[in-house]
């Protein structure tokens, strides 16, 4: 479909130079003709007639114009030709660059729907074969039926959090967010705090007690809240999970490390496309998620005109780092 499309834009843009030129070329033989035949003409009026090796004088300017229109057009056609040429490479090439970002939007959108589509498609496939199971089984108990019940709920779960996910995800591509001075040191403070009820292995240093950046406060929460769980996912369950405020320049942010298996070098470029899951076998059951995650991270981070890194290798320890435009101290004076 873009090879053709690529194909007719190629033909409209050599099309469109081709008349230019055309037109041109007109202009330009109207032009010089004249301005032979004038100069002709006026070394003519300046001069006596005579007779010249058998030919009037009005004869050799005849010839002598046909000779130098002769030569122009010929040059003209050398110079359309050249430009023709030239013209249609160009343009083939300015088509393909014309279309080449509407390709890879369309690619990654298709790639998008077919991802979403199979998230979806496997919760509602299991909750089918147990509904099914269940409304074939005359002897179904009420225990048997509370469990039913339990396994739908978790997948109806799933594909609520998906949903609102993908929700999300689509906004991010249109909307624009308020900034406003956030408090990173307490935003980080809250968030380590949170997880360390259900997980209390979460390490704060503590080196900044006090960093403002310019952001919005909710994308922050949910950026912190989405690192420190991908980090407790991806790590053992004895091992330390660290998170680092960070100050660079006009920048600051926070960095997560976890230990565990890493990621390989080949696999690090893709770990921020959306439904991309480096090894599904590490997470299974309630924490195994859509691959999602990290792909919202890096739209809220670029939302705030920041930066999202990561460095790994394999059975080395992981780190994400988030830089965000930094609250100078004049702008805090002045809330």
Same mark, same amino acid.
Request: aromatic share 6%.
């Given at each position: 479909?873009?090879?053709?499309?690529?194909?007719?834009?190629?033909?409209?843009?050599?099309?469109?130079? !081709?008349?230019?030129?055309?037109?041109?070329?007109?202009?330009?033989?109207?032009?010089?003709?004249?301005?032979?035949?004038?100069? !002709?003409?006026?070394?003519?009026?300046?001069?006596?007639?005579?007779?010249?090796?058998?030919?009037?004088?009005?004869?050799?300017?005849?010839?002598?114009?046909?000779?130098?229109?002769?030569?122009?057009?010929?040059?003209?056609?050398?110079?359309?030709?050249?430009?023709?040429?030239?013209?249609?490479?160009?343009?083939?090439?300015?088509?393909?660059?014309?279309?080449?970002?509407?390709?890879?939007?369309?690619?990654?959108?298709?790639?998008?729907?077919?991802?979403?589509?199979?998230?979806?498609?496997?919760?509602?496939?299991?909750?089918?074969?147990?509904?099914?199971?269940?409304?074939?089984?005359?002897?179904?108990?009420?225990?048997?039926?509370?469990?039913?019940?339990?396994?739908?709920?978790?997948?109806?779960?799933?594909?609520?959090?998906?949903?609102?996910?993908?929700?999300?995800?689509?906004?991010?591509?249109?909307?624009?967010?308020?900034?406003?001075?956030?408090?990173?040191?307490?935003?980080?403070?809250?968030?380590?705090?949170?997880?360390?009820?259900?997980?209390?292995?979460?390490?704060?240093?503590?080196?900044?007690?006090?960093?403002?950046?310019?952001?919005?406060?909710?994308?922050?929460?949910?950026?912190?809240? !989405?690192?420190?769980?991908?980090?407790?996912?991806?790590?053992?369950?004895?091992?330390? !999970?660290?998170?680092?405020?960070?100050?660079?320049?006009?920048?600051?942010?926070?960095?997560?490390?976890?230990?565990?298996?890493?990621?390989?070098?080949?696999?690090?470029?893709?770990?921020?496309?959306?439904?991309?899951?480096?090894?599904?076998?590490?997470?299974?059951?309630?924490?195994?998620?859509?691959?999602?995650?990290?792909?919202?991270?890096?739209?809220?981070?670029?939302?705030?005109?920041?930066?999202?890194?990561?460095?790994?290798?394999?059975?080395?320890?992981?780190?994400?780092?988030?830089?965000?435009?930094?609250?100078?101290?004049?702008?805090?004076?002045?809330?």
């Amino acid at each position: 479909m873009f090879q053709s499309a690529t194909l007719k834009l190629s033909i409209w843009y050599a099309s469109i130079l !081709i008349a230019i030129s055309l037109v041109f070329s007109v202009i330009i033989y109207s032009i010089a003709s004249n301005e032979v035949g004038n100069r !002709i003409g006026n070394l003519q009026r300046n001069a006596p007639s005579v007779y010249l090796q058998g030919t009037y004088y009005d004869d050799i300017r005849n010839v002598q114009i046909r000779e130098a229109e002769t030569n122009l057009i010929g040059s003209l056609i050398i110079t359309n030709m050249c430009i023709w040429i030239a013209g249609s490479v160009g343009s083939y090439y300015l088509a393909r660059r014309t279309l080449k970002p509407i390709q890879t939007a369309h690619e990654a959108q298709s790639r998008f729907t077919s991802d979403a589509s199979h998230e979806l498609r496997t919760p509602l496939a299991s909750m089918k074969i147990e509904l099914e199971v269940a409304l074939r089984d005359a002897n179904l108990g009420k225990q048997e039926m509370r469990e039913l019940l339990h396994s739908n709920l978790e997948e109806v779960n799933k594909l609520s959090t998906l949903s609102q996910t993908l929700l999300q995800l689509s906004r991010l591509d249109h909307d624009k967010i308020t900034v406003e001075k956030v408090a990173l040191h307490e935003l980080t403070k809250n968030a380590v705090e949170r997880f360390n009820k259900v997980t209390p292995r979460i390490n704060l240093d503590k080196t900044y007690s006090s960093l403002y950046v310019r952001a919005n406060k909710s994308s922050v929460e949910q950026l912190l809240a !989405i690192l420190i769980d991908n980090a407790v996912k991806y790590s053992p369950d004895d091992s330390t !999970i660290h998170v680092k405020l960070l100050k660079q320049k006009n920048m600051a942010g926070f960095e997560v490390t976890n230990s565990g298996a890493g990621i390989p070098a080949d696999i690090l470029p893709h770990i921020f496309d959306r439904f991309y899951q480096a090894d599904s076998s590490r997470t299974s059951g309630e924490r195994k998620g859509f691959g999602l995650g990290l792909a919202l991270a890096k739209e809220l981070v670029e939302l705030h005109g920041g930066e999202l890194t990561v460095s790994s290798a394999p059975q080395q320890d992981t780190t994400f780092c988030v830089l965000l435009p930094i609250f100078s101290k004049s702008q805090v004076n002045n809330q």
